[in-house]
């Protein structure tokens, strides 16, 4: 019987651990995917957990928010007064709309 509660125990410890390394970068990459406005697919690297570590910590910190042009629908960077793609002219205040929601999105 003794035998069974270690197995038992182990099996949890194992579990534990692939939770910490494998699936709480996977989950906190994908929440940083969407407070950023980046595409959620940085994630597919977390098939390995250390790439998934690596990809968050891209996500988290080397990334800069986006937004979409209202006339292309194209992914810019949220401080941009020109969409890149299009030409399409933003003003001040949907910029600071913009930094207003991404701001909401990160509490």
Known sequence: MENTIDVLIG??????????????????????????????LWMLSGI???????????????????KQCDKCKES?????QICRHCGNKMSQEEINISI????ERKK
């Open 48 to 66: 390995h957990p250390l790439t998934g570590w690596i990809a968050y910590l891209i996500l988290r910190f080397g990334i800069d928010p986006r």
């Open 11 to 40: 099996y949890l410890i194992v579990i534990l651990i692939i939770f910490l390394f494998w699936v709480i970068p996977i989950w906190f990459g994908l929440k940083w995917a969407r407070i950023k406005g980046v595409s959620k």
């Open 100 to 103: 207003r929601e991404f701001e």
């Open 76 to 80: 810019i960077k949220i401080e941009a």
